[in-house]
């Protein structure tokens, strides 16, 4: 089984992978959309998730 990166070693990986003509902020959203979707996938394992129902109810409540 191979080890878990550290956060250094995923954020040096994501940088090395963008073209050699990205911007600093097209940098930092690809590591913002990467730690984005780190995190969402932690909430999927420890079961931190809301069925579409759910939402849907949710969002039609803001509009009362």
Same mark, same amino acid.
């Given at each position: 089984?191979?080890?878990?990166?550290?956060?250094? #070693? #995923?954020?040096?990986? !994501? *940088?090395?992978?963008?073209?050699?003509?990205?911007?600093?902020?097209? !940098?930092? #959203?690809?590591?913002?959309?990467?730690?984005? !979707?780190?995190?969402?996938?932690?909430? *999927?394992?420890?079961?931190?998730?809301?069925?579409?129902?759910?939402?849907?109810?949710? !969002?039609?409540?803001? #509009?009362?």
């Amino acid at each position: 089984m191979a080890e878990a990166m550290t956060a250094k #070693q #995923q954020i040096l990986e !994501i *940088v090395e992978e963008q073209p050699e003509d990205s911007s600093f902020d097209e !940098i930092l #959203q690809e590591l913002a959309l990467a730690r984005m !979707i780190e995190r969402g996938l932690a909430d *999927v394992e420890a079961g931190r998730t809301i069925s579409h129902e759910e939402m849907g109810e949710r !969002i039609a409540s803001w #509009q009362k």
